[in-house]
């Protein structure tokens, strides 16, 4: 059962999980399978250190882009897809699922939801996820900066499996979370900016006929406009994310203990503006991504193929 939009001022009537598990997961399949590419842009261009001499394998998104099909051809680009779409539906899943979860039960008696009870659900949708995405992005990681980090080692690259077996061996579940810290600063400030920023843009735009749902255009730009906002914001904590992740660096790469020393040595040697590395693809990684994923999600698909009202 479809309910109101997450704009909406009404009383949520109930709350249907699964078809919204489904939505989530399906619209998470959609969304980074038309945007992954980028993701990898994105992945290299933050775990790139510059040398000693300014030197630097990738100096734009159009050159990471170039290099990386000239060296490693169409399926480079996908690398690390396969594990990303596997954990992508559970992570989506709870992500929009929660949200909606969270936003039904904070409601005031009256059906309303201020706007600090948005960012406490957004927030709570966001540490909801961690426990999928960590895993999922520590993997995606490693396989997508394999041909940044690897060049001219004469390494073998490793899959997934390979990748989260070694860990399970050697430092058992906890090595697949490598990173949580960084990973929940990230996805919990990105939720608590985004939710309500989405809620808010999607209800001003025209409702469907007969319907208290917005628009097909309006839920698609509402996710991409609040995406790109939240993602820019969000790029710090990223950028430590993913290198504190990253599992085999470079040669001369540095190494971090933590989140606090991943910032402190990240200002000391690169200074302020590499903290907003990869910034640009993530953005364009993150609108398109969410666009699409709320549009899919609030499209009904589950409640359709459920036999559900929508």
Not at 41 to 52: A, C, D, H, I, S
Not at 79 to 103: S, Y
Not at 186 to 208: E, H, M, Q, T, W
Not at 303 to 309: K, P, V
């Amino acid at each position: 059962m479809m309910t109101s939009t997450p704009g909406s001022p009404k009383l949520q009537p109930q709350f249907s999980l699964l078809p919204k598990i489904l939505n989530g997961g399906i619209a998470g399949i959609i969304g980074v399978s038309c945007v992954f590419p980028l993701d990898l842009v994105k992945t290299r261009l933050q775990n790139q250190q510059v040398g000693p001499k300014g030197e630097k394998m990738y100096n734009s998104i159009a050159d990471c882009f170039k290099k990386t099909a000239k060296a490693e051809g169409f399926s480079g680009m996908y690398r690390g897809c396969a594990v990303n779409v596997l954990f992508i539906t559970p992570e989506k899943a709870i992500k929009l699922t929660a949200n909606d979860f969270f936003r039904h039960q904070l409601r005031t008696k009256d059906g309303r939801l201020p706007l600090f009870r948005e960012m406490m659900a957004g927030g709570g949708a966001g540490l909801c996820q961690i426990v999928v995405t960590t895993p999922m992005e520590l993997l995606k990681i490693q396989l997508q900066d394999a041909g940044r980090s690897t060049k001219g080692q004469g390494a073998v690259r490793a899959s997934a499996l390979q990748i989260a077996t070694s860990l399970v061996k050697s430092k058992g579940i906890s090595g697949l979370y490598k990173g949580t810290l960084a990973t929940a600063l990230r996805d919990v400030s990105f939720s608590i900016v985004y939710f309500p920023l989405f809620a808010n843009l999607n209800a001003l735009g025209p409702r469907k006929q007969g319907s208290n749902e917005a628009v097909f255009w309006c839920s698609f730009l509402s996710g991409c406009l609040s995406g790109c906002i939240s993602s820019i914001l969000v790029t710090p904590f990223d950028v430590v994310k993913t290198r504190l992740q990253l599992l085999r660096k470079g040669i001369g790469e540095t190494s971090y203990t933590g989140v606090p020393d991943a910032f402190r040595r990240i200002w000391q040697n690169e200074g302020p503006r590499a903290f907003f590395k990869g910034g640009a693809s993530r953005a364009l990684v993150i609108a398109p991504l969410f666009g699409i994923a709320q549009v899919v999600y609030f499209l009904g698909v589950a409640e359709y193929c459920l036999g559900l009202e929508c």
